[in-house]
């Protein structure tokens, strides 16, 4: 297969070294294409992280299209069959970092608005891209400040497209409609140290906290509904002593993260979690970082219309689910009320020799065009 406008602009991409939170200048490519299809694009810029709000038209409905430029490490550059900042074509993929994860995605998502824009240029609503080079980060300076600055004016959306790498085994086969909420925490437990011949002298947090561990880890949190499973509780790190095999630990620090279903709130369970410390008599800190509540979007006609065109373009019938991690949609869904991700195979992200299908790239550009059709030019129902 020659190239692609879809695959030129995904190549121009990945080749820019946009590790978090750094876009590299990957959204000025973006700003530059979108303008001459006439959108107004702003950038803002808060602490160190680049974020582009472009937009065309502005009657209703609105459709976006969300994603981000900046991508995770990549790892020892040895492990990697070619260099994952230099894209790649070989065996039938596309391979570099970021090419499933998801700058693969934003050229799809400019192919597909030029395309409808040449056709339809005075389409009917209005045409939005929301970009970030802070998703793969802490995600406290992308899509949130955007989406504050959003509501501070008054701005809504009704329909948001999040380039997520969503599908599976081929293009299509799943949609997320939703995410679970992610509430993390750092506890920290005090002992008092002491040398292991005497622990008559010494209080052992390790000891102490260890049957806190194994209550918590065995807890029903919830049952989880119809569109989450139940929510998790997983100990992520665990660190206490001094290296030395004849020292009793001071205190023990343990991170924790859940990820928690719709059946749950943080504030229940926080409450739950602490009580098991307290019936365990520990002496603790606890900090809490919550990184966003679970989001959930009815079926409605985002996702008909997302439905239809991937039957239509893909041949299968997609899944509609609610699993994985975290996505910026958690922020969008304050001022929109449905949001879908809708990708490529997640097959590789994060991982060496990231890499998408060549195949798959003009048919991930027709699905985003096909869906902005669906919206914006069919017959109200």
Not at 79 to 105: C, E, H, I, N, Q
Not at 118 to 141: F, K, N, Q, R
Not at 168 to 183: A, C, Q, S
Not at 329 to 345: A, D, N, S, T, Y
Request: net charge negative; proline share 7%.
């Amino acid at each position: 297969m020659g190239p692609t406008p879809t695959l030129d602009l995904a190549r121009e991409l990945i080749a820019r070294r946009s590790q978090t939170p750094d876009d590299a200048g990957c959204q000025k490519v973006l700003e530059t294409r979108l303008s001459g299809a006439g959108f107004r694009c702003e950038t803002l810029v808060s602490n160190g992280v680049t974020n582009l709000w472009a937009r065309r038209g502005s009657a209703r409905p609105a459709v976006c299209f969300a994603g981000h430029t900046d991508v995770v490490p990549s790892g020892p550059l040895d492990a990697w069959t070619s260099d994952p900042f230099v894209p790649t074509l070989r065996d039938g993929f596309l391979y570099g970092r970021g090419a499933a994860d998801m700058k693969s995605s934003l050229a799809a998502f400019v192919i597909a608005i030029e395309r409808f824009v040449a056709e339809h240029a005075a389409h009917p609503g209005s045409i939005a891209l929301l970009i970030t080079s802070d998703e793969e980060g802490p995600a406290t300076d992308g899509t949130v400040r955007i989406v504050d600055r959003l509501k501070a004016s008054g701005e809504t959306l009704d329909y948001c497209i999040v380039g997520e790498p969503s599908s599976t085994e081929r293009l299509g086969d799943m949609i997320k409609n939703g995410r679970r909420g992610t509430l993390s925490g750092t506890l920290t437990v005090r002992g008092v140290q002491g040398h292991v011949a005497y622990p008559h002298q010494a209080v052992n947090p390790i000891h102490r906290t260890a049957p806190a561990i194994a209550e918590l880890a065995a807890m029903s949190w919830d049952e989880g509904n119809e569109s989450f499973p139940p929510t998790s509780w997983q100990a992520s790190n665990i660190h206490a002593g001094t290296g030395a095999t004849n020292v009793i630990p001071g205190s023990l620090e343990l991170a924790f993260n859940f990820r928690y279903s719709t059946a749950s709130t943080r504030e229940s369970l926080a409450a739950r979690l602490e009580a098991v410390l307290h019936r365990h008599r520990l002496d603790y800190d606890l900090a809490w970082t919550a990184s966003g509540p679970p989001y959930l979007t009815p079926r409605g006609k985002l996702i008909a219309a997302t439905s239809d065109v991937v039957r239509e373009i893909c041949g299968v019938t997609p899944e509609i689910s609610c699993s994985g991690g975290t996505s910026d949609g958690r922020f969008i869904c304050q001022i929109c009320p449905e949001v879908v991700e809708l990708g490529p195979v997640n097959a590789t992200i994060h991982k060496l020799n990231e890499r998408i299908a060549i195949a798959d790239l003009e048919p991930l550009a027709a699905l985003y065009r096909g869906i902005l059709e669906r919206l914006l030019l069919a017959s109200p129902s």
